[in-house]
């Protein structure tokens, strides 16, 4: 059953603490995505990565952080920095874009809520 | 300035009717303008994209693209309450690693 799959579906994070959001796909894409959607503002993203070991900024990385060891897996850590982290993560993969004749479409996961207490 | 704007609604309909969704873009440079669906606390799943100008046809889904006006719209025939969802459209860039631009999202609630 192919598919993307997020862990985990709600978490809860003190003031001050780090959080780490697992992103995992077995659909053999080069490009993974991390999103943040709040309410009213549709999807942003964060960071993405289009091959193993190395990843870019998007438009919002600030108090962020992801690693890329693996094709299959794009970690998120949300950190103490960021200042307004309660909002939904979606993580997203797709076929790398380059040499391709059409839209590669991206699949997304099923999110995390995370909340901060 | 948003690359992509979308009225985020509600939208409120009865079963049945047309439902009609609008979007417009910035970035003349566009060349594929997606509509993804998304059910409440789920993850979108990509319901039509269209490339260039012009109009593509799913079932009950229409997706139109006017690129003099950098408008995209979406119509939904026969609406049923299974539809009810948030739409979002979004653009590529072509000259930046083909990243997505997102609106807002307008959420739909078709009424039975």
């Known amino acids: 059953d192919g598919g993307i799959t997020q862990s985990p579906k709600y978490l809860f994070r003190k003031e001050g603490q780090n959080v780490t959001l697992s992103c995992e796909q077995n659909?053999?894409?080069?490009?993974m995505y991390w999103y943040r959607q709040d309410p009213g503002q549709g999807l942003r993203l964060i960071y993405y990565?289009?091959?193993?070991?190395?990843?870019q900024k998007g438009d919002i990385a600030e108090g962020y952080s992801v690693s890329r060891e693996k094709k299959e897996s794009f970690p998120l850590t949300v950190t103490s920095a960021q200042k307004n982290p309660t909002a939904f993560y979606l993580c997203a993969s797709s076929s790398h874009p380059s040499g391709r004749v059409t839209y590669n479409e991206q699949f997304f996961g099923p999110g995390t809520r995370l909340t901060v207490l | 300035q948003k690359e992509v704007e979308q009225d985020p609604g509600p939208l409120s309909v009865p079963e049945g009717a047309i439902v009609s969704l609008n979007c417009t873009y910035s970035n003349s440079a566009f060349q594929y303008f997606m509509w993804y669906r998304q059910y409440s606390r789920k993850g979108p799943e990509l319901l039509m994209y269209t490339y260039s100008s012009g109009n593509k046809e799913d079932g009950r889904f229409t997706a139109q693209v006017d690129k003099s006006s950098k408008y995209i719209s979406l119509f939904i025939r026969d609406s049923q309450p299974s539809d009810s969802a948030t739409y979002l459209c979004a653009t590529e860039h072509p000259l930046n690693d083909y990243k997505l631009s997102f609106g807002a999202g307008t959420t739909v609630t078709v009424r039975a």
């Open positions: 659909l053999n894409h080069d490009a």
């Open positions: 990565s289009q091959i193993v070991n190395d990843f």
